[in-house]
Nanobody
Framework: QVQLVESGGGLVQPGGSLRLSCTAS????????MGWFRQAPGKEREFVGT???????????YYASSVKGRFTISRDNDKNTVSLQMNSLKPEDTGVYYC?????????????????????WGQGTQVTVSS
């Protein structure tokens, strides 16, 4: 049984930083896309970013415009984990953050923002940005 378990959520002041981690178990995702979505109260789930194997030695990440330059996704394939470093946090970053993984190795960039592109979801971790 595949499981994604997030950790690291919490309360942070505007302008602060937070790091989320996600550990996968049940299968290896080293050559498959992994990333993050979030959902604010009363809103639809939205894409944050995804990292994907480029077929060589790199795992480039692709971000939503709302977080680009502030958030960074990294992964440790040996540990089957993916992390989300969030800097310069804003109140509008508040929400439940979900770790995701796809079984489609060559997931197209144009499909990364679709919730249906991901086969596995974590249970979510709450991030609250407030003074």
């Amino acid at each position: 049984q595949v499981q994604l378990v997030e950790s690291g959520g919490g309360l942070v002041q505007p302008g602060g930083s937070l790091r989320l981690s996600c550990t996968a178990s049940g299968r290896t995702f080293s050559n498959y896309p992994m990333g993050w979505f979030r959902q604010a109260p009363g809103k639809e789930r939205e894409f944050v970013g995804t990292t994907r194997w480029n077929g060589g030695n790199a795992y480039p990440a692709y971000y939503a415009s709302s977080v680009k330059g502030r958030f960074t996704i990294s992964r440790d394939n040996d540990k089957n984990t993916v992390s989300l470093q969030m800097n310069s946090l804003k109140p509008e970053d508040t929400g439940v953050y979900y770790c995701v993984a796809s079984s489609t190795r060559g997931l197209l960039v144009g499909l990364m923002a679709n919730t249906g592109s991901y086969d596995y979801w974590g249970q979510g971790t709450q991030v609250t940005v407030s003074s």
